[in-house]
């Protein structure tokens, strides 16, 4: 790309140091597209002053160096008042001028909105609303002069403005996962602040069997809440628990998604709070994770590998060859449990791995069953109506009712 083409846009269209200097936004590193777009006039003149000397001034030359000084270059309204001519700086055409000698004013302005929020924020990412008819003039010069070169008005605003915030607010600036995010409206200078959630992976336990008529699982929430003096908090959880059914061992993966916190203590702080409530709940295993945690966290539920303990009353009496056949029979064995909404028909398929039992009283079994994680266990014990097969009270061939379901490990 020759800096010569820079002399071409000037002839055409007046263009503020910013809006020239980011269109080489490639060349010379280290420069800001302010400082560029200055230093290319400041050599645009000296080209031009070489040719005057040794060719003498000409028509085509004075009127390039008329352009530099329509664009507000200093040295080249100098230049021409010492030959007696008088130039003034026309408005900048891609920015009007109106935007890079504003950015002090926008910087405070969203400081102070992020400090009016009165929520302790340590990174934030900054957006802005450019009028349309600015990004078109801009895109019209990069088109028409086929410049490959070029940052987006957009992307030099923010990061302007970016700078400008963290230096007053002493908080950085962060595109990946920040604590707020600001966009601010440059046609009227409104200013939009949202404070992003925190993420926190996690294991819970579930503690107490749910007895009839108490159908409510007591998570920590309102502890949770006020730990980090946040709006609420949504609960995302691989996977489904039985009703009623506690889950033990090394618990089940959850990600707490911790809506408009106004603390964000480190996850060591958050700890001890959470400990020795009288919960039904009990997280462990906490870490910060990112947003994009809960969507792997889903994709992963059907591969999980759970083992269940369940007691089951059963219609006849079970005896110990009985339990053997169902050892042997569900090895590695697919089940199929069927849905039907209306006239569509969906099939579910499991794997249950390995089954094991003990008759613990006349009509009394417990079962120990390893399967896949999308199992649904009620309908393997009991049939499901017929929607579940094989099933244990099929295989069977008399009722087995559960009543009592413990998750006892949960693999990953
Ligand atoms: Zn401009």
């Known amino acids: 790309m020759s800096l010569e ?13 910013h809006c020239l200097g980011r269109l080489f936004a490639r060349l010379g590193t280290g420069l800001s597209n302010e400082e560029r777009g200055k ?39 100098k230049f021409l008042k010492n030959l007696g001519i008088e130039v ?15 950015l002090d004013e ?34 019209g010069i990069t088109t028409e002069f086929n410049i490959s070169s070029a940052e987006s008005i957009k992307r030099e605003l923010n990061r302007e403005l970016g700078k400008r915030v963290s230096s007053i607010l002493s908080v950085s600036f962060s595109r990946e996962e920040p604590d707020a995010e600001v966009v601010i409206n440059i046609t009227t200078g409104s200013v939009e602040v949202q404070v992003m959630p925190i993420y926190i992976s996690a294991r819970y336990r579930k503690i ?51 809506i408009k916190p106004s603390r964000r203590p480190s996850i060591d702080d958050v700890y001890p709070l959470l400990k020795g409530l009288n919960y039904d709940v009990i997280l462990s295993d906490l870490s910060r994770v990112k947003s994009s945690a809960i969507v792997r966290m889903k994709a992963r539920v059907r591969d999980y590998v759970i083992t269940y303990r369940v007691l089951a009353i059963t219609d006849n009496s079970v005896t110990d060859g009985n339990i ?24 579910r398929v499991s794997m249950v791995y390995e089954l094991d039992g003990k008759v613990i009283g006349d009509r009394l079994v417990e079962f120990l ?23 244990i009270a099929g295989t069977l061939g008399f009722g087995v009712r559960p009543v009592e379901i413990d ?6």
């Open 324 to 347: 053997k056949s169902l050892h042997d029979y569900f090895r590695n064995r697919q089940v199929v449990q069927v849905f039907r909404r209306g006239r569509r028909v969906k099939r």
């Open 208 to 258: 107490h069997r749910l007895v009839n008529g108490r159908g409510q699982v007591r998570w920590p929430i309102d502890s949770i809440i006020q730990v980090f003096g946040a709006q609420d908090v949504v609960i995302h959880v691989g996977g489904e628990d039985p009703f009623g059914a506690r889950v033990l061992g090394n618990g089940r993966p959850t990600i707490l998604q911790i």
């Open 88 to 102: 003034s700086p026309i408005t900048c055409y891609v920015c009007n001028d109106n935007i890079f000698n504003r």
């Open 407 to 412: 998750i006892l490990n949960i693999s990953d």
């Open 39 to 77: 230093a290319i006039k400041d050599y645009l003149l000296m080209m031009i002053h070489e040719r005057i000397i040794s060719e003498g001034l000409s028509d085509e030359l004075l009127s390039d160096v008329k352009a530099l000084a329509l664009s507000g270059h200093e040295p080249s309204i």
């Open 5 to 17: 083409r820079a002399m071409d846009i000037l002839r055409k269209y007046p263009l503020c140091n």
């Open 369 to 391: 069953i390893r399967c896949q994680g999308n199992l649904y266990i009620r309908g393997f014990i009991h049939g499901g109506f017929g929607d579940v097969e094989p099933s």
């Open 106 to 139: 926008w910087a405070k302005t969203i400081a102070d909105s992020l400090r009016s929020l009165g929520v302790e924020v340590r990174s934030f990412r900054l957006g802005s609303k450019v009028p349309i008819e600015v990004l078109k003039r801009e895109l």
